[in-house]
């Protein structure tokens, strides 16, 4: 069987990734260097893939890489458990040492190893942590105990940390993990994740406990030109051929967000004969929005008017002052002083996004359907 010519829902690699060459240079020199990353981008352009091939990279014995995604950490004790038991799993060495290890560092657990029926299939390490006996400062000092006990130096990698603002308690549990990861010398993080008004709480205000944890960068599009030969390479791969022309409507159509041009990409090969023609293009993206859409409806189900209006502004041009009257005339929004509380229920819904130039739909393709039917 051939590999996949697209791939759009999980993170990828080899010949599926392509571009990044500054950002992997910066992030490895990070890694290597033992500095802090920050890293945000909105929803599905390459975070986990970027950071992945980074940690691939790296080839040094006296360097570990640790990953983690703590997507499903819901409180402070479920974040220790998961970021004990992926420190403990991927810094021993051998299976056995790893319970030996567990309780060498960790006091009074007892950790336990479970097999999945699958052989092939990864193990369990539950450690039992407790919060009536374990301390946040021991569970977070643990990388920083086995990096010294080794001789090596550790990153922790932890994706979707944005969870952290969600937790309750979650200011005094930054303020913990900060306080106790700025002093080790042995180790460092790279933190990141999407929903980005919630790793802008995070990071970006003076007040909170990791405002200039280190190295903050904003992962961008990939660039048109980056995406149009692998695109047209991708098709040739399977006996079909696209033009520059069409390979580059693909891009603008998606405004470059990386899941979207790989998974339109792929609607249109699949639709397309041996060569692509505007037809099977258009064919091609509807059977896209098809798949998109039942998402857009149930997310827009219950807006108000006021909500459903002030999008309407945005997708129609507008993008900043939605008070004047310029724009309240044509798209009612009710008081001044509700539009801000308007901005905060669709910025928490993530339909809108805000950066230095205004306020924007966040997603390409949702615009492009409230263009075609909510207008
Ligand atoms: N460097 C890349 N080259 C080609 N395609 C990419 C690249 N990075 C991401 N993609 C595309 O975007 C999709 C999502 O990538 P990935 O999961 O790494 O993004 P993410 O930002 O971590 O997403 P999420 O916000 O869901 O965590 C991939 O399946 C792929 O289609
Ligand atoms: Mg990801």
């Given at each position: 069987m051939n590999?996949k010519?697209f791939?759009?829902?999980?993170s990828?690699?080899?010949e599926?990734?392509?571009?990044?060459?500054?950002?992997?240079?910066?992030?490895k020199?990070?890694?290597?260097n033992?500095?802090?990353s920050i890293?945000?981008?909105?929803?599905?352009?390459g975070?986990?893939?970027?950071?992945?091939?980074?940690?691939?990279m790296?080839?040094?014995?006296?360097l570990?890489?640790?990953?983690?995604?703590?997507y499903?950490?819901?409180?402070?004790?479920?974040f220790?458990?998961k970021?004990?038991s992926?420190?403990?799993k991927?810094t021993?060495?051998?299976?056995?040492?790893?319970?030996?290890n567990?309780?060498?560092?960790?006091t009074?657990?007892?950790?336990?190893?479970?097999?999945?029926?699958?052989l092939?299939?990864?193990?369990?390490?539950?450690?039992?942590?407790?919060?009536n006996r374990?301390?946040?400062?021991?569970?977070?000092?643990l990388?920083?105990?086995?990096a010294q006990?080794?001789g090596?130096?550790?990153v922790v990698?932890?994706?979707?940390?944005?969870?952290?603002?969600?937790i309750?308690?979650?200011?005094?549990?930054?303020?913990a993990?900060?306080?106790v990861?700025?002093?080790?010398?042995?180790?460092?993080?790279?933190?990141?994740?999407s929903?980005q008004h919630?790793?802008?709480n995070?990071?970006?205000s003076?007040?909170?406990?990791?405002y200039?944890?280190?190295?903050?960068?904003?992962l961008?599009?990939?660039p048109?030109?980056?995406w149009?030969?692998?695109?047209?390479?991708?098709?040739?791969q399977?006996?079909?051929?696209?033009?520059?022309?069409?390979?580059?409507n693909?891009?603008v159509?998606?405004?470059?967000y990386?899941a979207?041009?790989q998974q339109?990409?792929w609607?249109v090969?699949?639709?397309?004969?041996?060569?692509?023609t505007n037809?099977?293009?258009?064919?091609g993206?509807?059977?896209?929005?098809?798949q998109v859409?039942p998402?857009?409806?149930?997310?827009t189900?219950?807006?108000t008017t006021?909500q459903?209006?002030?999008?309407?502004?945005?997708?129609?041009g507008?993008?900043?002052d939605f008070?004047k009257?310029k724009?309240?005339s044509?798209?009612?929004?009710?008081?001044?002083?509700n539009?801000p509380k308007?901005?905060?229920?669709l910025?928490?819904r993530?339909?809108?996004?805000?950066?230095?130039?205004?306020?924007?739909?966040?997603?390409p393709?949702?615009?492009?359907w409230f263009?075609?039917?909510?207008m």
């Amino acid at each position: 069987m051939n590999t996949k010519p697209f791939v759009y829902g999980m993170s990828v690699e080899g010949e599926h990734f392509t571009d990044r060459e500054l950002e992997t240079k910066r992030l490895k020199l990070n890694f290597e260097n033992g500095i802090n990353s920050i890293l945000i981008s909105p929803r599905r352009m390459g975070k986990t893939s970027l950071v992945k091939k980074v940690m691939g990279m790296i080839d040094d014995a006296q360097l570990k890489v640790v990953y983690m995604d703590i997507y499903k950490c819901r409180t402070e004790f479920d974040f220790y458990d998961k970021f004990a038991s992926t420190i403990i799993k991927a810094t021993a060495t051998k299976l056995d040492t790893m319970v030996e290890n567990a309780k060498k560092f960790i006091t009074s657990i007892t950790p336990k190893i479970s097999f999945s029926p699958d052989l092939n299939a990864d193990f369990t390490l539950s450690l039992g942590i407790d919060k009536n006996r374990n301390s946040a400062e021991e569970i977070l000092n643990l990388p920083e105990k086995i990096a010294q006990e080794r001789g090596i130096h550790i990153v922790v990698c932890i994706d979707e940390f944005q969870q952290i603002g969600e937790i309750p308690n979650s200011i005094s549990v930054q303020r913990a993990m900060r306080s106790v990861w700025q002093h080790q010398q042995n180790v460092s993080y790279c933190l990141f994740g999407s929903k980005q008004h919630l790793m802008a709480n995070i990071f970006y205000s003076r007040k909170m406990p990791f405002y200039q944890f280190g190295d903050m960068f904003f992962l961008k599009r990939i660039p048109t030109d980056k995406w149009v030969p692998f695109i047209t390479l991708r098709f040739a791969q399977t006996g079909k051929r696209i033009s520059d022309k069409l390979a580059e409507n693909i891009c603008v159509t998606v405004e470059n967000y990386s899941a979207y041009v790989q998974q339109l990409a792929w609607n249109v090969l699949a639709v397309s004969g041996e060569r692509v023609t505007n037809e099977s293009f258009n064919d091609g993206l509807e059977a896209t929005l098809a798949q998109v859409i039942p998402l857009f409806v149930e997310q827009t189900a219950n807006l108000t008017t006021y909500q459903l209006n002030l999008l309407r502004a945005i997708v129609a041009g507008t993008h900043r002052d939605f008070g004047k009257k310029k724009t309240t005339s044509v798209y009612e929004l009710g008081t001044r002083s509700n539009i801000p509380k308007i901005i905060k229920a669709l910025t928490e819904r993530e339909i809108i996004e805000t950066n230095e130039n205004g306020i924007f739909i966040a997603d390409p393709l949702f615009k492009l359907w409230f263009k075609r039917e909510m207008m």
